[in-house]
């Protein structure tokens, strides 16, 4: 088991910059690979990047190319998410999300089995 906790979320005006961070605690001496997803209202959850455990490998959503960079402290059990170039339509809920094993990490929320309980990131124009 697994337990994940989100900060770093706020409100920001649009062209700014945030930081988010994901601590892992639990069974964390497995290899695991770790994942953002946002909901905004109305819509549905969505991928945003994920990392595999050596960080040798990321994804990343074409809406957040290049302004969103996804890293990790496995020394910390600590996954971050640094978001530039903020638009109001990065406006959303921020959830992190992992699974044990996938050497690759999967864009797909349905194989993320931890989830934290989300942090809330508020773009004003």
């Known amino acids: 088991q697994m337990q994940l906790v989100e900060s770093g979320g706020g409100l920001v005006q649009a062209g700014g910059s945030l930081r988010l961070s994901c601590a892992a605690s639990?069974?964390?001496?497995?290899?695991?690979?770790m994942g953002w997803f946002r909901q905004a209202p109305g819509k549905e959850r969505e991928f945003v990047t994920a990392?595999?455990?050596?960080?040798?490998?990321?994804v990343v959503a074409d809406s957040v190319k290049g302004r969103f960079t996804i890293s990790r402290d496995n020394a910390k059990n600590t996954m971050y998410l640094q978001m530039n170039s903020l638009k109001p339509e990065d406006t959303a809920v921020y959830y992190c999300?992992?699974?044990?094993?996938?050497?690759?990490?999967?864009?797909?929320?349905?194989?993320?089995?931890?989830w934290g309980q989300g942090t809330q990131v508020t773009v004003s124009s």
């Open positions: 999300a992992a699974n044990y094993g996938h050497a690759v990490p999967p864009p797909n929320r349905n194989l993320y089995a931890y």
């Open positions: 639990g069974r964390t001496s497995r290899t695991y690979v």
């Open positions: 990392i595999s455990w050596s960080a040798s490998s990321t």
